[in-house]
């Protein structure tokens, strides 16, 4: 039995701007938060659980991952050796190993691999995910093995938004099929931050839907923490309150303010190198001794890396573009979408700008939000049709 076949039809609530006014079992629990029967729910949730089990139990082989187990390590040790050793255990107990002989090749993957020294200098690169790191060290410190806990915040952090995304559509068939979209299907087999930060960030969206303004404000806050560049969407966020006078204007910048000092003291403590030497790291060369030899990137290198954003067109990133563009111009007039694309639009130039980095991964809540908006649209045109017919 398909889940999806109690998709529009059974769910569709009369005024798509109150999802949850539905006449499907209106008087259970599962109707009044996700718009379904339990039956339906249940199903939804099995298909998604074996979904987030199958991107456990198979992560995406990066060299990454290494360097986030020694920097979880780095928060109970100190000495290099240990901390170096320990990764290096993490890293080849872990299915679908990364070997470093596919790498050796590579003169900053080969001395990674070797120099205890160059490796911890690596770890500030890393380290300033704290809620991140934090979480994993706990799982850690709670008995399970450090990749073994960041693979399950991945696997959750995913469950988490498959049903956050049900609640907010009401349609469990067209959920279920963003969900399996690759760039999204991806989240749960990447053993980084995204998933954590697309989680919290889709949730803040939801909590501004459902005008809890302060929840989602504090959930924006909260994913400075998992990715510091998150600050800029909190900017945008509180500009477009304040515009909006749903928050006052000396609100918006005291909440940025501590935001940015939170910032800063995180990214101190946390030995962090700054941005001209991460964009040389990330777009030039990689640094082998970014603490000891520091190497700044130019104004040309910086041209450079966004030179490299000519190959967007042809990237996922166009194809959600489109999708966001086409969506906005037919949802109706009520629909907190019609702010909410615009502002993830904005988000999305400004990270650009600032870190031109165009992996699917950092964009992940930008695509389920336009997903989100695009089940509103055919749900809003199903409705429009239906008294049409009668």
Known sequence: MEPGHMSISSTMAPDVSNPGATGNGAGSWSARWFGCSNLTLFLYAAFCLTLTIAGYLRPLPTFDRYLYAGAIASFRYSDPQTVHRIARA????????????????EPYFADVRDNTA????????????????????????????ILTGLRLISAVCTFILALLILAWSHDPFLSLLLLLVPPVL??????????????????????????????????????VLVRFDAIVVLWIILAWLALKGRIRP?????????????????????????????????????????????????????????????????TFMTI??????????????????????PLAGL???????????????????????????LIQMAQSRFANREPARQ
């Not at 749960?188 to 839907?209: G, K």
């Open 90 to 105: 993490e890293f080849d107990t872990q299915p679908s190993p990364y070997q470093f002989e596919n790498v050796a090749a």
């Open 118 to 145: 160059h490796f911890m200098e690596q770890l500030s690169f890393y380290r300033v995910k704290l809620a991140y790191i934090t979480l994993g060290y706990a799982i850690w410190r709670a008995g399970l093995p």
């Open 186 to 223: 991806n989240l749960d087999r990447s053993v980084t931050p995204d998933a954590l930060s697309a989680a919290i960030i889709l949730l803040a969206f939801f909590s501004l839907a459902k005008r809890r303004h302060w929840l989602a404000i504090c959930l924006f806050g909260g994913s």
């Open 250 to 314: 000396l609100q918006g910048l005291s909440v940025g303010a501590f935001a940015l000092a939170c910032v800063t003291l995180v990214n101190h403590l946390c030995g962090y190198y700054g941005w001209r030497v991460l964009m040389q790291h990330s777009f030039i060369k990689p640094e082998i001794e970014p603490l000891t030899h520091p190497v700044l990137i130019n104004p040309r290198g910086y041209l450079l890396a966004i030179a490299s954003l000519r190959v967007i067109p042809y």
């Open 320 to 341: 959600w573009l489109l999708v966001a563009v086409a969506v906005w111009k037919r949802l109706p007039p009520q629909s907190e979408f019609r702010d909410f694309l």
């Open 347 to 373: 988000c999305i130039l400004a990270r650009l700008a600032i870190y031109p980095n165009f992996e699917d991964r950092y964009f992940a809540w930008a695509y389920l939000l336009a997903g989100v908006a």
